[in-house]
């Protein structure tokens, strides 16, 4: 078994479980696809964001967007790194600016339509975006948290295969007191 070292780090923005086994339910693994955790990846990092930053996040996504609830759209996909693009919907979450000023330096990328990614796949050959089933109905949630997640691709027997593991969650919390 051969190993890669390198690791990729995200701050990404996880969806309440109810809401991410719905989208389970829904969109199924296509052939020559990889499973993601259905998350959104907002950024790419250069290290891990520390627990004080996560908070600081999840207080500026929730005043961003108030009391509104989070929205799922179309099906759409972004690049998630050189070799491979995520597939899912999309998601009406941005990072907050106030965020970006105070931890741009660790930011590589931002990701960018946000979408919960439910599909990852190489980037040849490509499916396009009708492959996927789109969403029955439209769906919104408030119940949402932001965490670190490191993403490794894993070369076992010349077989690519993903590993990840999702940090600990920060919650939005449910209204900003004035």
Request: with cysteine; proline share 7%.
């Amino acid at each position: 078994m051969k190993r890669k070292k390198n690791r990729e780090y995200f701050a990404v923005f996880v969806p309440h479980r109810d809401t991410r086994l719905l989208l389970k339910n829904h969109f199924k693994e296509l052939a020559g696809t990889y499973n993601f955790p259905y998350v959104s990846p907002l950024a790419s990092l250069s290290k891990p964001l520390k627990p004080d930053e996560l908070k600081q996040l999840a207080k500026a996504l929730r005043c961003q967007n108030g009391s509104e609830k989070f929205n799922i759209g179309d099906i759409a996909y972004t690049e998630f790194n050189e070799e491979m693009f995520l597939y899912g919907p999309k998601l009406d979450v941005l990072l907050p600016s106030s965020f970006l000023e105070t931890s741009s330096q660790k930011i590589k990328k931002m990701l960018s339509p946000s979408i919960i990614g439910t599909s990852l796949m190489f980037k040849t050959p490509c499916y396009s975006v009708s492959s996927f089933a789109p969403l029955r109905e439209p769906l919104s949630f408030r119940a949402a948290a932001v965490a670190n997640m490191y993403w490794q691709l894993v070369t076992i027997n010349a077989e690519k295969a993903f590993k990840w593991k999702i940090g600990k969650l920060y919650w939005l919390p449910k209204q900003i007191k004035s």
